[in-house]
């Protein structure tokens, strides 16, 4: 099967290895209790992204490691009924769809915003649920447990668990 890349997929691999990148970095700085999760994390999932980012520039990696080109439940991946040759293609995203991931990139830069001002637990609580409210269309409630699963979630990892204070 051979799956061509659009452009918005390399592009977004790509931003999404200098995401995991500036994490790293800025993982890198923590104190060595505080970093014990963002670091490893971040360094696994920059080195996920890329080996994607190489199948993008080199198709000889697909070959290589077949568990790059797969798609997962849900990918963009579909049957070309044009083509008898059972080649797949992945559809660009279309302005719809680059309008609610520039509004996403938005929310969560109001996030970073919002936390150097109010405790992170509020911020990140606040965010989930207008995220998964507003952009997701969940109803009000699953949003609102969904903040607070996430806000307790945190509490015990951040402030129990590691006793890290932000």
């Known amino acids: 099967m051979?799956?061509?890349k659009s452009v918005?997929?390399?592009i977004f691999d790509f931003v999404l290895l200098a995401?995991?990148?500036a994490f790293s970095v800025i993982g890198a700085g923590y104190q060595p209790m505080a970093r014990q999760l963002p670091l490893p994390i971040s360094i696994?999932?920059?080195l996920f992204t890329f080996v994607l980012v190489?199948?993008?520039l080199f198709p000889v990696v697909e070959k290589v490691?077949?568990?790059v080109g797969r798609q997962g439940i849900g990918g963009q991946v579909h049957e070309s009924q044009?083509?008898?040759s059972g080649?797949?293609?992945?559809?660009?995203?279309t302005s719809k769809s680059w309008l609610r991931l520039l509004r996403i990139v938005c929310w969560l830069i109001v996030l970073i915003i919002v936390m150097k001002y109010i405790s992170y637990l509020l911020a990140t609580g606040c965010f989930v649920f207008l995220l998964t409210w507003l952009e997701g269309r969940v109803a009000w409630w699953k949003s609102l447990i969904s903040a607070v699963g996430t806000v307790i979630f945190f509490y015990i990892v951040f402030n129990l668990f590691l006793n890290v204070a932000f």
Request: net charge negative; charged share 20%; aromatic share 4%.
């Open 2 to 4: 051979k799956i061509r």
């Open 8 to 10: 918005d997929h390399v």
């Open 19 to 21: 995401v995991f990148i």
């Open 44 to 46: 696994i999932g920059g």
């Open 54 to 56: 190489l199948s993008d």
């Open 65 to 67: 490691i077949p568990l």
């Open 82 to 84: 044009t083509h008898s």
């Open 87 to 93: 080649d797949s293609h992945i559809e660009p995203m």
